[in-house]
């Protein structure tokens, strides 16, 4: 029998017993206390129980491993029950996964492949001398949040600074509850941890806060939370967390001013920019204003830009007073000037902010009581501007000058000196500014003025009579004048005479005028003229050079007198001379006619035509710009024609020399008038001579030509030949090949001839050398070859090719040596071949002619455009372009095919050049539309190198128009007795056609004018006639017409001819008489 003392104890009592003698229902009772709802008014009574046996646990023989399982809610679980000692049979109990009792085994395993139990709790038991106990493992059954998520509760936006708001961390679907922490992020910070007590193994949602109050440093912070398990060291490892998305605040505050004062003190130049800062989210209008206008803050402040400023934020105002510093500044000059005795007050502005406080410093020492004050001349001085506030202080230093006016002059005085010494007078005086000084006085070259230290010093050195005077001192400032005037008396000396003319002397051309000014260096003088017992009381005259001739003559004197104070009167002689230019300066050879020949006298004039004064007159001679004769000392002092003359020997020097002659009036020492007639160019003819070029004896190799070129000068220009055996051979240049002999050059002209003879003596060589070809022939940038063959035997010591271009080197063991060049560009190349032997060398010359055609042959007229005129003489110019060599061209003239003439040259020149030769023509009436050409031909047949070519290049054609004057072939034509309709026929030729005119002495006036046949039908008998004219000339034609009466019958005599003509040279009387009456 159980003994209770109450329903409570009796409770507690059956509770356990009935716990373990339902181990076949697990979960009923091992995690829960039952607790019944019982009155607690009464104690319970006591109830007491029969004896339980009840196994300790923690003596169980048997092994849990592992003790606690952490596993995620559908994972797989399991976990192992062992035992060491013999038992009556082990098992597992749980909801899911038991293991029924076994017997014999010593190890037991509950297992689950997907555990969906939250509430698993499995026990391990064991029986052993029929007592059981168990043991069983901790089971954690967890889950991960389906979602986390962070919001604002009740608001959506932006937040506002200051107030307060509520974040809210949603975790869903989560377990265990009572392992959950979510932890709250500020950014990367953690601001909030928060455990939940709930012990509910099954999975809930779950909802926390945080509360904030944002600032704006919280602008654009991102707040997350985060849910963690805390599933101890078992579970998975780092634990499992799952965080919300993060949440983005915009937090909004202000306006807000900063920096703001009621007054700023600023600087002039600085800004408002940096005070009363406008902050604010959004960022808020606002605008700054003075005196109800828009300002901008950051424009720098003046002196002027105190006041009142407002700051206006969404219609609120703030107001802001400035306040501008600057200064102290003094705005005043460097330098015054006052005049003494004067009252002053210098104009110094000083300025600044805040009050300024001014004080006056002189020179640095005593303070003043300032200005205005009356300026006296110790004044003068520095003076110092000091003006300072509480904030700094400036000052600024002026220079005050006191003037006066200059005081009397002193030590001043008058001076007797002897000639030859010296004197000085000083002038004194004190002002200020200082004074300059000048000096009244006449000057001369021995009196210097120094002015030093204020006071003036006239030096007289060496004195003579020219420094005997007054000497006037003026001194003068801006403020007043002072002068004094002493004298100086030089003993022993003459007075000097001040007087001045300007100009002088005078040189004036024949009919002209010019003043003449005489003046005193001396003040207050006294000045006239007198000239041909002529006064006139003024200082400048005027000299008419006509009435001057008429009175004086070309040259005379006129005198200025002077009158003086405190000097003696003097006068001063003025030179006058009038002259005249020649009408005309002409030189000619007197009796004479070009040319002139060397060596004879001839007489050159000089005429001058109306020149005067001729007794300044001299006459210069030039040949070219060389002066060979000056004449002078003509006798006649009027205006007159002089003629002088030049006797001239010419020479050839002389030849085309200008020779002229020249007037020169040498009026003084610097006028000098200059006329110069026109060149007279002489040409002077002298006989040949021949250049000493030409040596008396000259060797010739066979094989080996020589050329002999004579060359002499002459004028006219001398043609040269040489005489060979009697033989005569036109030209300076002559080829000697084998012949030996005298050759004899003559050279000859108008004048006279000269001769000179040449030895040309032949030699033989020791070797010999071949060329092939032996000349060459060449087109300018062609190629060419010549081979080189020698028979001396191979042991010559080298042969080899010298040239310009295409050089061959010294070659041995060979008996033939090529010269070749691919684009032969040498105009003058003269290759040699040469061999070297033991007996000396053997060399030959290569003839090379280098060619080139003409660029452009062309003929013209020379001097003349147009039409050519009958029976004058023109010249036909053919100019051939770039063509070489010289002496192979010919150029031939053709007059329509035929050719008319042919010009050779001799010209040696063997590079291209432009050639021009002319062609004198003489047209004739049946030239009109004949056509000229000119040809240049290149005669390069005239060798034996060579393919025969093309030589010949023609100009274009020049056709010629020639006008002539009508002709007519008779100038009488008579018809006598006719009684038939006559036509008088009247045509003529003529170039441009002429003009026709008909005359009759029936009618006595021109008619049928333009026609050159005229009927005359109705006309009857008279003499008719027919003028034909052009430009060029006329011709007049008579036709004498008799007809017979009507009705008569009368024969003619025999003799007479009813129809004939008179031709040109016939007499008219041998045709026309005897006439029938």
């Not at 017997?103 to 038991?125: A, F, G």
């Not at 805040?354 to 004080?359: A, C, F, K, L, R």
Request: charged residues 20%.
């Amino acid at each position: 029998m159980l003994d209770h003392t109450s329903q409570r104890d009796l409770f507690g009592i059956l509770l356990p017993l009935l716990c373990f003698c339902l181990v076949q229902i697990p979960g009923t009772c091992a995690a829960n206390s039952l607790q019944p709802n019982l009155p607690s008014t009464q104690p319970a009574p006591n109830v007491t129980s029969a004896p339980l046996n009840i196994t300790d646990h923690s003596d169980c023989p048997i092994k849990i491993q592992p003790v606690k399982l952490v596993v995620e809610f559908g994972d797989s679980v399991s976990a192992n029950c062992s035992t060491t000692i013999t038992h009556e049979g082990m098992g597992w109990e749980a909801s899911d996964g038991g293991v029924d009792m076994m017997q014999m085994v010593q190890n037991i395993t509950w297992r689950v492949e997907s555990l969906t139990h939250w509430d698993m709790k499995p026990i391990c038991y064991i029986n052993v001398n029929s007592v059981q106990c168990e043991l069983g493992p901790s089971v954690t059954v967890y889950k991960h949040p389906d979602r986390v998520s962070i919001s604002t509760v009740n608001h959506t936006g932006p937040m506002i600074e200051g107030r307060e708001y509520e974040l809210q961390c949603d975790v869903q679907n989560v377990a265990p509850v009572h392992l959950l922490t979510v932890s709250w992020y500020k950014g990367q910070h953690l601001v909030k941890r928060e455990n939940f007590s709930d012990k509910s193994p099954f999975p809930f949602n779950k909802t926390t806060t945080l509360q904030i109050s944002p600032s704006r440093d919280d602008e654009g912070v991102q707040y997350r939370c985060e849910a963690e398990l805390n599933l101890g060291p078992e579970g998975p490892q780092p634990p499992p967390k799952v965080t919300s998305d993060p949440l983005n605040i915009t937090v909004y505050f202000g306006p807000e001013l900063s920096n703001c004062p009621g007054v700023v003190h600023l600087n002039e130049g600085a800004s408002l920019a940096g005070y009363c800062l406008v902050t604010g989210k959004p960022f808020p209008d606002f605008y700054w204003k003075r005196e109800e206008s828009v300002f901008d803050p950051t424009t720098p402040l003046n002196r002027n830009s105190s006041g009142e400023y407002k700051i206006i934020i969404n219609k609120n105002v703030t107001s802001l007073t400035v306040e501008v510093i600057y200064g102290p500044e003094i705005s005043c000059g460097h330098h015054f000037i006052v005049q003494e005795d004067t009252y002053f007050t210098p104009n110094c502005t000083v300025n600044g902010f805040p009050q300024i406080t001014e004080n006056w410093y002189k020179d640095e020492d005593d303070i003043l009581s300032g200005f205005p004050r009356t300026m006296y001349r110790n004044a003068a001085g520095n003076y110092t501007l000091i003006a300072s506030n509480n904030y700094s202080n400036v000052s600024h230093v002026i220079q005050i000058e006191v003037w006066y006016p200059p005081s009397e002059i002193s030590e001043l005085q008058n001076e007797n000196v002897s000639i030859g010494k010296d004197v000085v007078l000083k002038c004194v005086s004190y002002a200020n500014p200082r004074p300059s000084y000048r000096w009244i006085y006449h000057q001369t070259s021995n009196v210097r003025i120094v002015d030093e230290d204020g006071v003036s010093r006239l030096h007289i050195t060496n004195a003579d009579g020219e420094n005997t005077g007054t000497y006037m001192c003026i001194v003068t400032n801006v403020l007043g004048i002072k002068n004094k005037a002493v004298r100086v008396d030089v003993q022993g000396a003459k007075a000097a005479c001040p007087l001045s003319i300007n100009p002088q002397p005078v040189v004036l051309a024949y009919g002209s005028s010019h003043n003449v000014t005489c003046e005193s260096s001396v003040p207050s003088a006294s000045l006239s003229w007198k000239y041909a017992d002529k006064v006139l009381n003024e200082s400048t005259l005027v000299i008419n050079s006509n009435l001057f001739t008429d009175m004086l003559g070309w040259s005379g004197k006129a005198s200025c007198l002077g009158h003086f104070v405190g000097l003696d009167d003097c006068q001063k002689d003025l030179n006058v001379i009038i002259y005249k230019r020649p009408d005309k300066v002409s030189i000619s050879a007197s009796s004479h006619a070009e040319p002139m020949i060397e060596g004879e006298n001839y007489t050159l004039q000089c005429n001058i035509q109306n020149v005067a004064p001729v007794q300044f007159l001299t006459v210069n001679w030039y040949k070219g710009q060389d002066l060979v004769k000056s004449e002078t000392d003509f006798e006649t002092k009027d205006l007159s024609t002089i003629n002088t003359t030049l006797v001239i020997s010419p020479s050839r020097k002389d030849n085309k020399k200008q020779y002229s002659c020249e007037t020169v009036l040498k009026l003084g020492p610097q006028s000098l008038c200059e006329n110069k007639s026109d060149p007279l160019n002489i040409a002077v003819h002298y006989k040949p001579a021949i250049t000493d070029k030409l040596p008396p004896r000259v060797p010739v190799f066979h094989g080996y030509p020589v050329v002999l070129i004579c060359e002499a000068s002459g004028y006219p220009e001398p043609s040269v030949a040489w005489i060979v055996n009697n033989n005569r051979f036109e030209g300076g240049n002559l080829t000697v090949k084998d012949n030996g002999g005298d050759y004899t050059c003559i050279a000859n002209n108008s004048v006279g001839s000269d001769t000179r003879v040449v030895q040309v003596v032949q030699k033989d060589v020791s070797c010999k050398l071949v060329l092939k070809p032996p000349e060459l022939l060449v087109k300018y940038g062609a190629s060419a070859s010549v081979d080189c063959s020698t028979a001396t035997p191979s042991n010559h010591t080298g042969m080899g090719w010298e040239a310009s271009q295409g050089a061959v080197g010294m070659m041995e063991d060979v008996q033939l040596i090529t010269w070749k060049v691919d684009n032969l560009v040498h105009w003058e190349i003269q290759p040699v071949c040469f061999v070297n032997t033991l007996a000396g060398q053997c060399q030959i010359k290569l003839p090379v002619t280098v060619y080139k055609f003409p660029d452009q042959v062309s003929i013209s007229t020379v001097g003349h455009t147009g039409p050519l005129i009958e029976g004058k003489q023109y010249e036909l110019q053919c100019d051939v372009h770039n063509v070489a060599p010289v002496d192979l061209l010919t150029v031939n003239w053709y007059k329509g095919q035929h050719l008319v003439a042919k010009t050779s040259f001799s010209d040696s020149t063997k590079t291209p050049v432009n050639q021009s030769t002319r062609f004198h023509i003489s047209l004739s009436r049946a030239d009109d539309g004949v056509r000229y050409r000119c040809e240049a031909e290149l005669k390069l047949s005239r060798t034996k190198a060579g393919t025969q070519v093309s030589s010949k290049v023609a100009s274009q054609v020049l056709g010629l128009t020639v006008h002539y004057r009508p002709q007519a072939t008779s100038v009488v034509e008579i018809f006598n007795e006719t009684t038939k309709v006559v036509a008088l026929n009247c045509t003529v030729k003529a170039n441009p056609p002429p003009r026709y005119t008909w005359s009759s002495t029936n009618l006595g006036k021109e008619f049928n004018i333009g026609h050159p046949v005229l009927n005359i039908s109705s006309m009857g008998s008279g003499n008719y006639t027919c003028t034909a004219s052009n430009g060029i000339g006329s011709v007049s034609k008579l036709f004498v017409v008799k007809t017979k009466p009507r009705g008569m019958v009368v024969r003619a005599p025999a003799h007479v001819t009813p129809h004939a003509e008179v031709s040109l040279g016939e007499t008219l009387n041998s045709k026309l008489l005897p006439m029938a009456s």
